[in-house]
């Protein structure tokens, strides 16, 4: 899509606009032939007004001054026109992220577009805000415009495409007709049907060691992303949370962890409140924890395996001392964990970036279960990391509570929290909305993640019934066409 | 529309300790100190505020320990209201610190073995005068900036300025060629800014460092080889002439400060009036400041990045080219080594002061002008006040802004970052 | 589920930001933040490193092949650092000798008849650039006349080594200010308060070297304690800022280097510190008992023991980069702040020792000066260590054996240049242009190289033509 844009050039083949083939060079030929595109990350100046933003590049002006009268209008005019109500004056930072998306349409619009491309536009946002884009998509349809809608959701598509093309690692690998049983798309977006078991007994829960009472944390925006978080993790068992990503879980782990201050409640491990300490004293404490962006919080790249098999360990005996470090116990550690934990590296003193990300996660693994833990604390814990890697990490996870640690694990990929959990916690904006067994119906699951609580008889209506059609994020992405 | 819970706002109450209510006590500090101690160590002498440029003339008197109480007073009021109510925090910062300032006024003019009166007229030209290279530095600083160029070589650019107004100057025997060559000057080395921070990708601080080492160099090279040997053919540039506005001229106070100028004095005026309208008024304007902040956005809308940022980075080196010629041709004549000696750094600091707004970055350079203006008043009566620690004043206050003790100030989003495509 | 990269590419931002909204800024990571690993990286070097981001959607390479890739590009990446170093060095004389030339009236008049006289004009070029260049070697190295005249004789061993002993004395403040730049810039620090750190450390040395009269073995230490821990606390402060308000280090530097500079005006002029005896701005002499020894006790050689300390200084460095623990977490904290945090790292805490430390090193760089070669305090006695020091880490490539080398070559140049002054009468103001071409050269390997291609590829053929006619 980014070289339809012409933010990318093709290395080969064309592209036909109305028949004709064109070369877009960059944006701007891009727009000239018609076509506009929304980003996933928005494309906007934060500081800049909404007039602003949506005249940037085609501005009205006499003589180089801008006519902001005439820019307001016109945004007046597009957002009516195609029923898209906004504030041309209101700052773009200060709107939330369903209207900044709206912003972002209706630049397109302005720009006179035959066909629009959304690149995963309901990612950001919240089922009620993803119906009232699909309300829009159908409008634009009826107002004669072309779509190419970019999804992972199944019931997106399925509730808006008039044809659909499913791609999967950079192929085109079918089309089908918005028709199509579920099972149908799904099989074609995964290639075959993953079955995801990981071997284990029953859980033997014993002692609670992770206790969560009331916990209120905000996330960046001082927004109230975990809003009264009550968990209670046992030792022997792994507690899973599952939900849409963005629902308050990446806060709630970071909290635990000592690197987000906690607004209200606690978190005590092992009886002994550890609200307030520091992310050392916490890990100190035999906490073990997989971060959920690896490049960002787990690892540093430039650092070498070894390095990086101590990152939380280097200043313990008999890695480091008060002030040096012992490189020969380093490298031995970096030795056994490499073999015991198959890390596929030319050696220890390879950059870790080079390796891939299975490798770099398994990495992260091997040094977090290199202490005795207590407790483990694993988020997306095989996020973009190949099968095998998956099946291994999966069982050292297993492997750490049948050695009797309690096990947090916290992942947006269903299949992978009922494959492993004891028990289920949904998280769904800031709050935990049940706690039940992984044998519960996937609808059920489905149906909490999206916030509906099926055994209170309230029902929002305008909700999705249906929750996530995740599929392991293995790489594919459909197309809806919505042809007028 | 619907709000999601993540839009709304986590109820935690606002602090008491408001950044406002934080300034009000150290203003009340302030004020305190100003009634007490500036009260009694002021004598009962008058200080005088005469206002035209001179000692003589029409002025107004005010006894030194009343005056020292009095305006200590001042500063404590508008202190306490600052801290009582938490509100209209610029006015009111600005009225305990002219308390404050004319409370140690009153005393040391009243305890002055010299002279007991300050020319209100002189201090204002005098203020204007000192503010005028930084006016133009800080403009060319926000020029680069606002477009994503981090602008640290502001003293070369100052510096090439003047060494090319002095020579350029004498070689042609006029001022106007020397001024445009001054700010061809300063281009040329925004020139070497431009490549290597936009084409190389070279960390514009870094750039800029070296720029001002090379600047330093450079003039003061061919200060040594070309100019010292024979000041009259290489480094006699004469001076600009001014061009009082009558009448206007007569004005107390600011009058002399305003009106009584030059090519430098008026062309500062006209140049922030001119940036100011066309950075928030015109296309280009619109485009560079969303350079700055989202390249990435400008780019997807098929808006030129890197020629933008070029075209910025070039004019900002004209105009701090042309107000370094200020150095050698108007301050004093002729070009001497490293003469601009730290003014880009302040003017640097005024640009951060002003927030990235060309009439936020005249202000503080007022305000520093002020200061040095001060200091020199202060030490023309034998003042006991060390000179060096009022002229500390500047970088004291800009570190103060950049630690978001008086209010966090925010560069431009993409300051510093080059932009690659894809 | 946001991310519709392949399972082996990496999530990295795609998967990352959809949580954490489309514009956040990260905090503790801002707008100027220096990528440590890359100390003055040219254009080529960061689309190496984008290449290893996988963007694509093909699975990862084989690990075998890449690594072995990798090393092979990493090998030659090694060399061509050496290569672009000496290319730049080359250019920038080269550079330096056109401005010789301009500057000089004799010469510049003489290409008035390029065309009627070419072979004088070109004779008299390389006779003057040469002649020198060679005078700033025989300033900064050797000088063979001496070494025959000493033959002979006729003169000291000692004038021999002069030349050396200046280069030595030259090279000592520039290697603290140095590595004053490169340990934070290894932390992600941009330091270019070295000025005002190193001015600091002045103050502290000087005054203990000229208030106290204590014997020599106490006092110098003293000296050289009270340098560092004035500089430290400079820098500390720049750190603890940073830390705790966000506050960007290069302005704060900037801005304590003026604050620096005033104050050592003012403190020189206080009662018990001025030279009562002078009319002008300077203190009291240091006094002999507060000196730095001189390597060799002569008159003539002015080295002293400021070079000892100075590479002392890089070895403890060089080892605390690579053994120390807090080595250890610098570096995590400058190459990423997020997984150091993660990792239980006090980002902060290490932010403010690592300015501190910066600080004790520029502080030890003013120290060396006024208790080596300074006889008293003045407002302009170290001239603009702190700068140069930027230009000294920037050519040493931030490493401390590389800082080392470029001090070295520094103090060549500042030697040389002071002989090339007195003898050939070229400014030695021209030793600051050199310098600042080096290190933009060196900046920028692109350029350097795109300049010796465009230079060799025509000239190559051309001369490739004549062999075979």
Redesign the interface.
């Known amino acids: 899509m980014n070289v339809l844009y012409g933010l990318l050039q093709p290395d080969s083949g064309e592209i036909l606009v109305d028949g004709a083939p064109v070369r877009i060079k960059g944006p701007g030929d891009a727009i000239k032939v018609g076509i506009g595109m929304v980003h996933q990350h928005f494309m906007l100046v934060p500081v800049f007004s909404v007039a602003e933003n949506i005249m940037l590049g085609a501005e009205p002006a006499h003589g180089g001054f801008i006519d902001h009268g005439k820019a307001v209008k016109l945004v007046r005019e597009v957002s009516q026109r195609y029923g898209l109500p906004l504030n041309p004056d209101a700052i773009i930072e200060d709107l939330p992220i369903g209207i900044q998306q709206r912003v972002e349409i209706v630049k397109a619009l302005t720009r006179d577009v035959d066909l629009l491309i959304l690149d995963e536009p309901t990612a950001v946002l919240t089922p009620q805000e993803t119906d009232e884009l699909l309300e829009v998509m159908r409008g634009l349809k009826a107002a004669g415009k072309s779509i190419v809608f970019i999804t992972h959701k199944l019931r997106e598509v399925k509730a808006v495409a008039d044809r659909i093309t499913v791609i999967r690692r950079g192929r085109t690998v079918g089309t089908a007709e918005p028709t199509a049983p579920e099972s149908e798309l799904a099989e074609l977006m995964v290639g075959r049907s993953v079955v995801l078991e990981v071997p284990k007994e029953a859980a033997v829960p014993g002692e609670p060691v992770l206790e969560i009472a009331g916990l209120v944390v905000a996330d960046d925006r001082e927004h109230r992303a975990v809003d009264g978080v009550d968990l209670v993790v046992r030792a022997g068992e792994v507690l899973g949370i599952a939900g849409v990503q963005g629902n308050g879980q990446t806060e709630l782990v970071e909290s635990i962890m000592g690197l987000r201050p906690a607004r209200a409640g606690s978190v005590h491990l092992s009886g002994k409140p550890i609200t307030t300490w520091h992310t050392r004293e916490v890990l100190r404490a035999g906490v073990g924890y997989v971060p959920e962006d690896r490049s960002v919080d787990g690892l540093v790249k430039e650092f070498s395996v070894a390095e990086n098999l101590v990152l939380d360990l280097y200043d313990l005996p008999p890695f480091g001392g008060r002030f040096a470090l012992d490189l020969d116990a380093i490298e031995a550690q970096a030795e056994q964990k490499i073999a015991e934990f198959d890390v596929r590296t030319q050696s220890p003193h390879q950059p870790v970036g080079a390796l891939s990300g299975g490798n770099q996660q398994k990495v992260i693994v091997a040094r977090e279960m290199s202490t005795p833990l207590k407790l483990l604390i694993a988020s997306q814990p095989t996020r973009g990391v190949d099968v095998g890697s998956i099946e291994f990490i999966h069982s050292r996870i297993v492997a750490e509570r049948d050695r009797g640690a309690a096990v947090l694990v916290v992942s947006s990929e269903l299949d992978e929290v009922v494959a492993l959990a004891d028990r289920v916690a949904v998280m769904y904006r800031g709050r935990v909305l049940a706690v039940v067994s992984p044998d519960t119906p996937r609808e059920t699951l489905g149906l909490l993640m999206a916030g509906i609580d099926p055994s209170s008889s309230s029902h929002t209506p305008g909700t999705p019934a249906s929750g996530e059609q995740d599929t392991q994020g293995e790489g594919m992405s459909e197309h809806g066409e919505a042809a007028s | 529309m619907t709000t999601s819970t993540m839009d709304v706002e986590l109820a935690v109450p606002e602090a008491y300790w408001t950044r406002a209510r934080k300034t009000g006590a150290v203003m009340i500090v302030l004020g305190l100190l100003a009634t007490i101690l500036f009260g009694a160590l002021a004598s009962s002498e008058n200080a005088r505020f005469a206002l035209g440029e001179n000692v003589s003339g029409a002025g107004f008197d005010i006894p030194g320990t009343a005056g020292a109480i009095l305006f200590g007073l001042v500063a404590l009021a508008a202190g306490a209201a600052l801290l009582v109510t938490g509100k209209h925090f610029g006015v009111l910062t600005g009225v305990a610190l002219m308390g404050f300032i004319i409370s140690a006024l009153c005393w040391q003019m009243s305890v002055s073995p010299v002279s007991h009166i300050m020319p209100l007229g002189f201090i204002a030209a005098a203020t204007f005068t000192a503010a005028i290279p930084l006016i133009f530095g800080s403009l060319g600083g926000v020029l680069c900036e606002r477009s994503g160029v981090v602008n640290v070589a502001i003293e070369g650019q100052l510096l090439t300025g003047a060494f090319f107004g002095a020579l350029f100057g004498t070689l042609t025997g006029s001022f106007w060629l020397g001024l445009l060559a001054a700010a061809i000057g300063g281009a040329l080395l925004s020139a070497i800014l431009a490549v290597f921070a936009i084409k190389y990708l070279v960390d514009q601080v870094v750039v800029g460092i070296v720029l001002n080492v090379f600047a330093g160099g450079l003039t003061a090279f061919f200060y040594e080889q070309v100019m010292r040997p024979d000041t009259d053919a290489y480094n006699f540039p004469g001076k600009v002439p001014s061009w009082p506005i009558p009448g206007l001229v007569d004005i107390p106070i600011i009058g002399p400060a305003l009106f009584n100028g030059n090519i430098f004095s008026y062309g500062s005026l006209i140049a922030v009036a001119v940036i100011t309208i066309a950075l928030f008024r015109t296309r280009w304007g619109l485009r560079t400041r969303a350079v700055g902040e989202h390249p990435a956005a400008a780019d997807t809308v098929g808006i030129r990045v890197l020629g933008l940022r070029y075209a910025n980075v070039l004019i900002a080196g004209l105009v701090a080219g042309f107000g370094g010629a200020y150095f050698s041709m108007l301050s004093t004549t002729g070009f001497s080594k490293y003469m601009v000696s730290g003014a880009g750094f302040i003017a640097l600091a005024a640009m951060i002061f002003g927030r990235w707004h060309p009439v936020g970055a005249f202000f503080a350079s007022l305000f520093f002008g002020f200061f040095g203006a001060l200091t020199g008043f202060l030490t023309s009566i034998s003042s006991p006040i060390p000179s060096q620690f009022l002229s500390m004043l500047p970088y004291v206050a800009t570190i103060f802004a950049v630690a978001g003790l008086v209010g966090r100030v925010r560069a431009p989003a993409a300051d510093g970052k080059p932009y690659v495509k894809g | ?12 931002a ?12 990260t ?1 503790g990571v801002d ?2 933040h ?1 990528d440590p ?1 890359l100390p ?4 080529e070097e ?1 689309h190496d490193q ?1 290449e ?1 981001q996988p ?4 699975p ?1 390479p084989e ?2 092949k ?2 072995f890739g ?2 092979f590009r990493e090998e030659l990446w090694a060399n061509n650092n050496f290569t672009v170093t000496l290319l730049a060095i080359v250019l920038a004389l080269i550079c330096g000798g056109v ?1 010789m030339v ?4 004799e010469v510049r008049d003489q290409w008035q008849y390029l065309l009627y006289q070419p072979g004088k004009t070109i004779g008299d070029t390389w006779a003057f650039v040469s002649t020198a260049y060679t005078d700033m070697f025989k300033g900064a190295v050797v000088n063979p006349d001496t070494v025959n005249r000493w033959y002979w004789n006729m003169t000291t061993w000692q004038q021999v080594f002069y030349p050396i002993s200046e280069t030595l004395t030259n090279a000592a403040p520039l290697i603290f200010t140095g590595l004053a730049v490169a340990v934070p810039f290894r932390a992600g620090l ?1 330091n ?1 308060g070295g000025q005002g750190q190193a001015i600091m450390g002045a103050i502290g040395g000087g005054t203990v070297g000229l208030a106290l009269s204590l014997p020599a073995i106490v006092q110098v230490p003293l000296g050289v304690l009270a340098g560092a821990l004035l500089g430290g606390l400079w820098g500390y402060l720049v750190g603890i ?1 940073k830390a ?5 280090e ?3 530097t ?6 620096a ?3 050592l ?2 403190f020189i002029l206080q009662q018990g510190i001025k030279d009562p005896a002078r009319s002008d701005a300077i203190s009291k002499p240091i006094q002999e008992s507060g000196r730095l020894p001189q390597l060799i006790p002569d008159p003539l050689l002015r080295a002293n023991l400021a070079i000892v300390l100075a590479v002392l200084a890089a070895a403890g460095v060089a080892w605390l980069l ?5 080595g ?1 977490e610098l ?2 904290v400058g ?2 702040p ?9 980002v902060g805490t290490t932010v403010a020792l690592t300015m501190a430390l910066a600080g004790a090193l520029a502080g030890l760089g003013g120290t060396s000066v006024a208790l080596g070669t300074a006889p008293a305090l003045t407002v302009d006695m170290l001239g ?1 260590i702190g ?2 020091g ?2 000294v880490a ?1 050519l040493g490539r931030v490493r401390p054996w590389g800082v080392v080398g470029a001090g070295l070559l520094f103090g060549a140049l500042q030697a040389g240049g002071n002989a090339m002054q007195t003898f050939s009468g ?2 030695v ?9 080096i ?2 050269f060196v ?2 390997p ?2 350097v190289k795109a300049i010796y291609r465009l230079r060799r590829s025509p000239a190559a053929a051309a001369q490739a033509g004549l062999a075979k006619g």
């Open positions: 589920m946001t991310s519709h990269e392949p399972i082996e590419a990496e999530p990295g795609t998967a990352a930001s959809p949580d954490k909204g489309p514009a956040q800024p905090p707008q100027y220096v690993s003055a990286a040219g254009v960061r984008a290893r963007k694509h959607r093909a990862a690990e075998g890449r690594s990798r090393t401005l301009i500057g000089n009236a941009f270019i800022l705790r308000t966000g506050a960007h290069v302005i704060l900037i801005m304590l280097n003026n604050i500079f005033l104050f005006g003012w690579k053994r120390g623990r807090f250890f570096r995590a190459h990423n997020h997984a150091a945090a993660t990792a239980g790292i006090k603009q700068f140069n930027i230009l920037l070229v400014s103001e021209l030793v600051g242009v050199i310098q600042a071409l290190v933009l900046a920028a692109a350029l």
